[in-house]
Nanobody, 124 residues
Framework: QVQLVESGGGLVQAGDSLRISCAASGRTFSSCAMGWFRQAPGKDREFVAA????????VYEDSVKGRFTISRDNAKNTAYLQMNSLKPEDTAVYYC?????????????????WGQGTQVTVSS
């Protein structure tokens, strides 16, 4: 069992930066690929970024490439999403997710564990 808790969300202005974190419980974090997803009001949950269990490989949704960076610290059982040059369309609840595999997935239904989400609001 992996429990995930996101933190670091908030209200920022367009162009600002924000880093959100995902703290995991248990001793299996280092064997889990991690993903970040987001859900805006009235929209489906969408993939944002993912990272392999060792942190060697990452993948991003096109609209966040070059602005967002996913990373992880397995010694701290924590994953991060650094978000730069934020835009109002980035406003959403951001969720981290874990799957017991080396490789990530861009599909939400391939992740077994989810956090409760953290709200990110970007004002124009």
């Amino acid at each position: 069992q992996v429990q995930l808790v996101e933190s670091g969300g908030g209200l920022v202005q367009a162009g600002d930066s924000l880093r959100i974190s995902c703290a995991a419980s248990g001793r299996t974090f280092s064997s889990c690929a991690m993903g970040w997803f987001r859900q805006a009001p009235g929209k489906d949950r969408e993939f944002v970024a993912a990272i392999t269990s060792t942190g060697t490989n990452t993948v991003y949704e096109d609209s966040v490439k070059g602005r967002f960076t996913i990373s992880r610290d397995n010694a701290k059982n924590t994953a991060y999403l650094q978000m730069n040059s934020l835009k109002p369309e980035d406003t959403a609840v951001y969720y981290c997710a874990a799957r017991r595999s080396y490789w990530y997935s861009t599909k939400a239904n391939e992740y077994s564990y989810w956090g409760q989400g953290t709200q990110v609001t970007v004002s124009s």
